[in-house]
């Protein structure tokens, strides 16, 4: 099983600042087979953008990624009242399909 | 619009069985491996299984390997989840959600399943 470590754990900031998140895999996985997902407080996940940068539909560009192998960034520029929610990574390259632990970005 | 809608969830004693089912609109369903995700109260998601397009294949996170069972119905774009032999550690909302190439596309609302005496 392949475990996803997300760091940091919460990440306290203020609208228009950067956020960057961090995931790290206990070993290699392709990019392809690599996402990020967003969870607002009260709805279901929703996908936001892949390991090769595609954006969900209705994803802005201030979403964007960068990594490869066991590293992964997700980065949101100027932070809007909306990005405040907990992201997940995840790899979905083969099963058990897995996730890490959330980073929950907070004012 | 794609739209995937869970149903089935509710209190259920420890021992017993529960089975939910996933409803597809707007894509063509039998085209997708479709999946089940887990979230317990104030915690992470977590995969629960998975079934390929023809339902040929079918895989299970091992938590719930041999009490679950996946199954799907394309000739009525629903997917389904038999949960056997609940214990207090099912208790979670569980949703439904779409492989694409790029991830896991859309998901559900989810259904709460709560077990509990």
């Known amino acids: 099983e392949i475990v996803l470590t997300q760091s940091p754990g919460t990440l306290s900031l203020s609208p228009g600042e950067r956020a960057t998140l961090s995931c790290r895999a206990s070993r290699s996985v392709s990019s392809i087979y690599f996402a990020w997902c967003q969870q607002r407080p009260g709805q279901a996940p929703r996908l936001l953008i892949s390991g090769t940068s595609r954006r969900a539909a209705g994803v802005p560009d201030r979403f964007s990624v960068s990594g490869s192998g066991t590293d992964f960034t997700l980065t949101i520029d100027r932070l809007e009242p909306e990005d405040f929610a907990v992201y997940y990574c995840?790899?979905?390259?083969?099963?058990?399909?897995?996730f890490g632990q959330g980073t929950k970005v907070e004012i | 619009q794609v739209h995937l809608v869970e149903s089935g969830g509710g209190v259920v004693q420890p021992g017993r069985s529960l089975t939910l089912s996933c409803g597809a609109s707007?894509?063509?369903?039998?085209?997708?491996?479709m999946h089940w995700v887990r979230q317990a109260p104030g915690k992470g998601l977590t995969w629960v299984a998975g079934?390929?397009?023809?339902?040929?294949?079918?895989y299970y996170a091992d938590s719930v390997e041999g009490r679950f069972t996946i199954s799907r119905d394309n000739s009525k774009n629903t997917l389904y989840l038999q949960m056997d032999s609940l214990g207090v550690d099912d208790t979670a909302v569980y949703y439904c959600?779409?492989?694409?190439?790029?991830?896991?596309?859309?998901w559900g609302q989810g259904t709460l399943v709560t077990v509990s005496s």
């Open positions: 707007g894509f063509i369903f039998g085209s997708y491996t």
């Open positions: 995840q790899q979905f390259g083969s099963p058990p399909y897995t």
């Open positions: 959600t779409r492989a694409t190439g790029d991830g896991f596309d859309p």
């Open positions: 079934m390929s397009r023809d339902g040929s294949n079918q």
